[in-house]
């Protein structure tokens, strides 16, 4: 009868007699989400009321290709179960409220812990409430130190074999120790500095979002206080030293203090990080009586090849070299936020080369290894220094951009450390020899 009725055109009469059938909607199972908008008609869960909707039998009882289909992606409801009419071919929520949008929601960020306090290392020996101090300089993380401190290094050993006369090894001694120490201080102050004005986007960063600032261990009045103490004692220790470094210091300390707002303004901080932290050379080779910008040594009163002049074109060759060098070794470091910096607006060369940075870092390498080589040219140096400080920087640059693996924040980390004694090492053993040999000599 039923065939009959279809036959003859009598479907729209029969049909239109049956009763409504009202059938709840189970409700969507805690983590399933809704389809994603611009899938095929045939996965997707049908919202509209259309006769012509292609994912029902005529008959309006199942889904066109089964039930397993409908129970993959069920209508998306709201907590509270709403009623659907489903009668020939219609599928309609009682209210446009009950319908979940199309998108699916944001998964919520993921958990960020809690700070432990350190129980090993040096900040596991000292206070309860020295620690986020002792965080904020960071005086458990000594690399730093170290990378501040080579500079300083370079420029006394390259006024050592430069000077018209033979420096005591104990005067070398006793101004690196300065040095040394000086900079273990500024470089405390200028890590607070940077970490209090960053604090905002610290919280961004997952590594940086404990630092004493950001996580509120220490507000940013304490912060500023204790960053103008290390200052303070700093320039004590600078006062040590003869007045032409304290001249030189002051453009090192101005440039320092940006630093960390060129975070803000410029894809290039680490450009203005090498300018500060290279300086060290001229204040170094100041500090041992060769001043560097003027470069009046004759060639009888300093190595056989130098010319007048010459000397500064050296000092200047060797500052270009270390700027080249902490561009390197700082891009890679923030190579370990790139993400989350680029999140959070930071600007860096890691960022802003982040599809292609290991070309830029070749091309600074190059830079590097060619100043070094116009620094051995123009101080006429001997073999001790092309072999160990030109060509063992060079190897030890290549082995690190070949080696590092950028997208490792471990990786990124551990090179950082190892530049240290792999590219500062090189540099540093090709002046000392040159400088025992003019001793021996």
Same mark, same amino acid.
Request: some cysteine; hydrophobic content about 55%; overall charge positive.
């Given at each position: 009868m039923r065939s009959l009725s279809r036959i003859c055109g009598l479907s729209a009469l029969t049909t239109a007699t049956r009763p409504l059938v009202y059938r709840p909607i189970r409700e969507r199972p805690p983590g399933r989400q809704a389809p994603p908008v611009g899938v095929p008609k045939d996965t997707a869960p049908v919202t509209s009321i259309s006769r012509a909707t292609p994912n029902f039998h005529e008959g309006g009882r199942r889904w066109r290709d089964g039930t397993s289909r409908a129970r993959a992606w069920p209508p998306v409801v709201s907590s509270v179960p709403t009623t659907v009419v489903r009668a020939r071919g219609l599928m309609a929520p009682r209210s446009g409220a009950d319908v979940a949008p199309a998108h699916p929601a944001a998964p919520p960020p993921p958990a960020l812990g809690r700070y432990q306090r350190p129980t090993t290392g040096v900040l596991g020996h000292v206070p309860a409430w020295v620690v986020p101090y002792a965080e904020l300089a960071r005086i458990d993380k000594p690399t730093g130190i170290y990378l501040f401190y080579l500079p300083y290094l370079f420029g006394t050993l390259f006024a050592a074999v430069v000077s018209p006369t033979l420096l005591a090894p104990t005067a070398l001694l006793a101004t690196n120790g300065l040095f040394l120490v000086g900079t273990a201080v500024m470089r405390g102050a200028a890590c607070s500095w940077n970490d209090t004005i960053d604090a905002p986007y610290d919280r961004q960063v997952a590594r940086c979002r404990w630092r004493p600032v950001a996580r509120g261990a220490l507000s940013r009045r304490q912060a500023h206080v204790f960053t103008a103490l290390q200052s303070v004692v700093g320039a004590a220790i600078l006062l040590q030293l003869p007045p032409a470094v304290i001249g030189y210091a002051v453009p090192n300390i101005a440039l320092l203090a940006f630093y960390p707002f060129a975070k803000r303004l410029t894809h290039y901080p680490q450009v203005v990080l090498g300018l500060t932290v290279g300086w060290g050379v001229i204040m170094g080779a100041a500090a041992m009586g060769v001043d560097p910008l003027l470069g009046l040594l *004759?060639?009888?009163?300093? *190595?056989?090849?130098?010319?007048?002049?010459?000397?500064?074109?050296?000092?200047?060759?060797?500052?270009?070299?270390?700027?080249?060098?902490?561009?390197?070794?700082?891009?890679?470091?923030?190579?370990? #936020?790139?993400?989350? #910096?680029?999140?959070?607006?930071?600007?860096?060369?890691?960022?802003?080369?982040?599809?292609?940075?290991?070309?830029?870092?070749?091309?600074?390498?190059?830079?590097?290894?060619?100043?070094?080589?116009?620094?051995?040219?123009?101080?006429?140096?001997?073999?001790?220094?092309?072999?160990?400080?030109?060509?063992?920087?060079?190897?030890?640059?290549?082995?690190?951009?070949?080696?590092? #693996?950028?997208?490792?924040?471990? *990786?990124?980390?551990?090179?950082?450390?190892?530049?240290?004694?792999?590219?500062?090492?090189?540099? *540093?053993?090709?002046?000392?020899?040159?400088?025992?040999a003019r001793s021996v000599s």
């Open positions: *004759s060639p009888a009163s300093a *190595s056989a090849a130098a010319m007048p002049g010459a000397v500064g074109v050296a000092a200047g060759a060797l500052y270009a070299a270390n700027v080249a060098w902490t561009v390197i070794y700082d891009t890679i470091y923030a190579h370990q #936020d790139v993400r989350d #910096d680029a999140a959070a607006g930071v600007k860096s060369l890691a960022v802003r080369f982040r599809h292609r940075p290991k070309p830029l870092l070749a091309a600074l390498a190059l830079t590097q290894v060619a100043a070094l080589a116009a620094t051995g040219a123009a101080a006429g140096l001997g073999p001790a220094y092309w072999v160990a400080s030109v060509a063992g920087c060079a190897l030890s640059l290549a082995l690190m951009i070949r080696r590092v #693996d950028l997208a490792r924040p471990a *990786s990124c980390a551990a090179w950082f450390r190892k530049t240290v004694w792999y590219t500062g090492g090189a540099i *540093s053993a090709g002046l000392l020899l040159e400088y025992l």
